[in-house]
């Protein structure tokens, strides 16, 4: 965890050594994640987190401060999980491979359920939103490197601004992946895959690595 994120959490009241105590801090967790989703976190309480939890709300603040160091709690090093995933452009078909990744992701978003209470969160929260922020310029700097080795390759088109294009790869997943938790369509997971396949490589070479396992060895020989 980054010092940033360790800010952002903060210092608990209490951490449980406890078996007994630690189970009653783990019920509060799993309470204000359910609720969080069901509700959202304006919606919910401390109270009706600890009510769910089957403790009295003094237990609530016994081991957080308030709701919030809750949820960062539950945050706690799944910002990046959150983020759209890294493409991979010369294993197996791009293609292929960027649909598969989408839907890994869109399943992982689902069981985490959290992404849903961050949109409400963000625009009241600088700090998290610094850490949002942070998180995906470490992934905008993993796709460019990706694009960078294919590019230098001479694997995508020449006159490509990597920079705008990872930037717009980063958005069509994140509106992808909302679009199908919502409608539960998995095939617009191809769809986006396709788009994004055509905005960095030429037909003739999207071609080839679609049907030459070998093409991207081959170039370099």
Known sequence: MSDREDQLVGDFPLVPKQERAQQKRNALLESGHALFISKGYEQTTAKEIAAKAG???????????????????LLEDKIEKLMPP?????????ETRLAELFEVHGNRLQRLGLHRVLPELILKDPELSKVIASAKLKIHSR??????????????????DLNTLTWSIMLLAENTTGKVLESGDTE???????????????????????????????LEN
């Open 55 to 73: 403790v009295a709300t003094g237990t609530f603040y016994r081991y957080f401060l308030d709701k919030r160091q809750l949820l960062m709690a």
């Open 86 to 94: 890294e493409p991979s452009w010369v294993i197996g078909n791009p």
């Open 143 to 160: 796709i460019y490197a990706g694009l960078q080795k294919a590019s230098e390759k001479g694997l995508t088109w020449n006159d490509l």
């Open 188 to 218: 617009e997971y191809q769809k986006t895959a396709k788009i994004i396949c055509r905005m960095v490589f030429p037909p003739e070479v999207l071609k080839k690595l679609q049907t030459d396992e070998n093409y991207e060895e081959n």
